[in-house]
């Protein structure tokens, strides 16, 4: 197996976590490079369901090792718990199998608060986080005033440098956001008690990745979220903190670009957006609810109700384009089974204009219409398929005309939730 890098081709949720899962049982290291503990990756093996937010979903693999690059910022209580629940389950994730960037930020309980206070002052005009602390730790990051990167955790000066910091958001929960204030003994001790479990797993990471490369280990990179909530070239403001796309697979590992190879976007054969901002092809209606029902579209994170549309072929276009997708992972596909008249958006209306191309302008796409073509639905079942012989005419048809529309071939088609629900096209 080439390096590959495996990111969302929508608004996240798209089913990366499944297709991570099946493309890892060929990969010796899966890393993942950014985000936090606000992306839900969920995982059915055997039956069984794991949901992830910390953890690359490689772990399940025997013989993988993952690793946490630079680019994420770690949050020690989610990946300890998640550490610990697959340990219940029989799952022991030891140092070595496991390996932790010492340059990656954490995510602190005081980012948490600040997120929550954040989103209820907004009110109305909330952008629709998960509260999980990712915005205020990626503010953090770059203001590099009162920011601790996972080596920081292991300093001996560790306390005194974060009582300063919790002293520093008191005052902003306080005065701002009249917020209760954080006890900064409390976060003190807590932190400390995760760094001492930290410390076998830290490592520089771009220098292991570069010399596993060198040694011609097949590499998997796991993207969080998906590419229109990408800090640069989502819909901005309704967007996470970090580089969603694939350039953000080096910058958030240490890894050149030249040692990539192939680059999947997952998407949905359908739309999904959680949170606030626009979406030109979101169903308001019956239909709408019965896609949401089928595919029990509902945040792995949040619990929230995902909204649903039609596919948008013009931003799968965009996110070839921005991505430079080699190639498309197509989910859910067993959703749409019963589903007699389909339509793909090919194209938006904005007043008198038809716009190939998605708009970068939020308040122009606020305003589009999307322009559809119907197509016939294939109203059998595909979930036996594990061939692309194997399915409906139709359903292949509409496979191809979204592989025409999004101007990328699609290279897997799932048709479940299992490993073995997976066609390589």
């Given at each position: 197996m080439p390096t590959k890098v495996v990111l969302g081709a929508q608004w996240g949720d798209e089913g990366k976590a499944k297709i991570v899962d099946y493309l890892a049982a060929q990969a010796e290291i899966v890393v993942r490079f950014q985000g936090g503990a606000n992306a839900g990756h969920t995982v059915i093996v055997a039956g069984e369901t794991h949901i992830f937010h910390a953890l690359p979903v490689g772990v399940l693999n025997e013989g993988t090792t993952c690793v946490v690059a630079n680019g994420v910022v770690?949050?020690?209580?989610?990946?300890?718990?998640?550490?610990?629940?697959?340990?219940?389950?029989?799952?022991?994730?030891?140092?070595?199998?496991?390996?932790?960037?010492?340059?990656?930020?954490?995510?602190?309980?005081?980012?948490?608060?600040?997120?929550?206070?954040?989103?209820?002052?907004?009110?109305?005009?909330?952008?629709?986080?998960?509260?999980?602390?990712?915005?205020?730790?990626?503010?953090?990051?770059?203001?590099?005033?009162?920011?601790?990167r996972v080596m920081d955790l292991l300093d001996v000066d560790l306390s005194d440098r974060l009582r300063i910091a919790v002293q520093s958001k008191n005052e902003i929960l306080t005065a701002i956001f009249g917020a209760e204030a954080l006890d900064a003994d409390e976060i003190i001790s807590e932190t400390l008690a995760y760094a001492e479990r930290l410390r076998p797993y830290v490592l520089d990471t771009s220098l292991f990745l570069n010399r596993a490369l060198d040694e011609g280990k097949m590499m998997l990179f796991e993207g969080?979220?998906?590419?229109?909530?990408?800090?640069?070239?989502g819909t901005y403001p309704y967007v996470t903190s970090s580089n969603t796309t694939a350039g953000g697979a080096c910058t958030g590992s240490g890894v050149g670009p030249t040692r990539i190879d192939e680059i999947i976007g997952v998407t949905k054969a359908y739309m999904t957006r959680v949170g606030?901002?626009?979406?030109?092809?979101?169903?308001?209606?019956?239909?709408?609810?019965?896609?949401?029902?089928?595919?029990?579209?509902?945040?792995?994170?949040?619990?929230?109700?995902?909204?649903?549309?039609?596919f948008d072929a013009t931003i799968a276009r965009m996110s070839a384009r921005v991505n430079g997708l080699t190639g498309l992972a197509l989910t859910r596909m067993d959703i749409l089974d019963t589903v007699e008249r389909l339509k793909v958006c090919t194209a938006y209306r904005y007043g008198d204009q038809v716009?190939?191309?998605?708009?970068?302008?939020?308040?122009?796409?606020?305003?589009?219409?999307?322009?559809?073509?119907?197509?016939?639905?294939?109203?059998?079942?595909?979930?036996?398929?594990?061939?692309?012989?194997?399915?409906?005419?139709?359903?292949m048809a509409y496979v191809e005309r979204i592989a025409e529309l999004s101007r990328t071939p699609v290279a897997y088609i799932s048709v479940g939730p299992e490993r073995d629900e997976t066609i390589e096209v």
């Open positions: 770690l949050d020690p209580e989610a990946l300890f718990a998640e550490l610990d629940e697959l340990a219940e389950r029989g799952y022991q994730v030891l140092p070595g199998q496991l390996y932790i960037s010492s340059c990656a930020h954490v995510v602190l309980p005081y980012h948490k608060a600040l997120d929550r206070a954040s989103e209820a002052h907004l009110g109305a005009s909330a952008i629709g986080t998960t509260a999980r602390g990712i915005g205020p730790a990626y503010r953090d990051k770059v203001d590099r005033s009162h920011a601790f969080a979220q998906g590419t229109l909530l990408d800090i640069d070239h606030n901002g626009p979406f030109p092809t979101e169903l308001h209606d019956d239909e709408g609810e019965r896609i949401r029902e089928l595919g029990q579209e509902y945040g792995a994170t949040t619990g929230r109700a995902r909204r649903c549309g039609w716009l190939d191309e998605f708009p970068v302008d939020p308040r122009v796409l606020e305003k589009c219409e999307p322009v559809y073509e119907e197509i016939e639905g294939w109203c059998a079942p595909t979930t036996q398929a594990r061939r692309v012989e194997d399915l409906p005419p139709k359903a």
